[in-house]
């Protein structure tokens, strides 16, 4: 389309534009939108619930030939992907927080202390904000801004505040975020640096969601990324799949281990990596996928161990707050997806979290959130429940950093031991040769 062409089109042609919903290619080569429970289509829009059985939509494709060689001639962060997400092609020309493409770490001591021989830690700490929530606003901005949204909001277990404030202010868009009143100061602090339109809520997550659906109801020109562009926003996990991938040299791992919240990462990871082989970037080959839950808000470790399919809700009560989600949207795909495969689901106690968050520090030199304490705490339990094949290729994912919960880690850490400005002192310490 010419400028000249956009220049001479009338306020009323103008006006019918507006009407027909979104511009062409909007959202890339996503066809529509797919209900996951009866397959029942909905055109590319600001939905999410299914009209015939309240089953969650899902972004459906007609991919091209995508080649390994245009991949990799593509931006070092998510949208080197972006043929494969519901964006549009020049996505990178809109301003957003261009997150992903981080580290895929040999973990050669955290093997070698878990007795597994090929172990990797994808690193997703060190995206724009600190967690994998990056990936998924980005695609939900960009659904957000293809909508015409007005304002860019969510309901958050604290991350995903964090990235939706910072991509809402570097796109220019006004942002809302909702937090439980009980969240970590950091990720409060997190979200307030970028926003004033910071809200706490008096209740734990599933309340805040819960208001979040309501006002999405009532208010018009409001996206909520995880609410009513969650199809879009639940894509951008996908991205976490490919990287693995294309970063072990375009090969699947044998196992992943992957933290549950509301579940849409890990139905996401498995969703792309299936992707990855019906286009032939990758050979076919079983994937063992593992969900990794806290104790305290596990009701889909619960619902695995018990053998059953329904998932019964749960009120949290758990040191990993960014997994507190005690009725998870996607559990019951988690639970078919880890049986299917062969994975399993675990959990861990909130000891064992922080024992997993000094562990990770200690091997790896990696500094991980309550979330990551969680999923390396549960690939430790796998591998001594003999849930876990050690001799298999196995990658675990470090969703978030641990400045975000200092208190976590507070009264297990040694403090400095303080001297006098002496040698004498220090050789006291016993620190010295
Ligand atoms: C949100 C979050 C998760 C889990 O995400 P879901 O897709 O809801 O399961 C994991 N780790 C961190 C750090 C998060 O913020
Ligand atoms: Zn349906």
Known sequence: MSTVTDENVTAAETDTAAQAGPREGAF?????LACRECQHEVTLGPFYACPECFGPLEVAYSFPVVTREEIEAGPR?????????????????????????????????????LGIDRLWVKDDSTNPTNSFKDRVVACALSAAVELDAKVFACPSTGNLANAVAAAGARAGIKTVVF????????????????????????????????????????????AFVNVNVRPYYAEGSKTLGYEIAEQLGWRLP?????PV???????????AFQELVKLGLVEDKPVRIFGAQATGCSPVSVAYKAGVDAIRPVKPDTIAKSLAIGNPADG???????????????DITDDEVTDGIVLLARTE?????????????VLKKLVETGQLDTSLETVVINTGHGLKTLDAIADRVSPAATIEPSYAAFRATGLGA
Do not use: M
């Open 28 to 32: 890339g080569n996503a066809t529509h």
């Open 332 to 346: 019951i795909y988690v639970l078919d997806i880890c049986r299917e495969t062969g994975g399993a689901v675990e």
């Open 77 to 113: 962060n998510i949208w080197r992907y972006k043929a494969l997400l519901p964006v549009p092609d020049d996505i990178e020309t809109s301003p957003n927080t261009e997150p992903g493409f981080t580290r895929l770490l040999q973990a050669r001591n955290l093997g070698r202390e």
């Open 179 to 222: 937090i439980p009143s009980n969240l970590e100061r950091p990720k409060q602090l997190n979200s307030a640096i970028f926003t004033d339109s910071l809200v706490a809520v008096n209740g734990n997550y599933d309340d805040v969601n819960k208001l979040a659906s309501e006002i999405a109801g009532e208010e018009d020109g409001w």
């Open 261 to 271: 919240a509301s579940g849409s990462q890990l139905t996401k990871v498995h969703k």
């Open 365 to 377: 030199g990696i500094f991980t959130e309550t979330a990551g304490g969680t999923t390396v705490g």
């Open 254 to 258: 044998d196992q992943v281990v992957i």
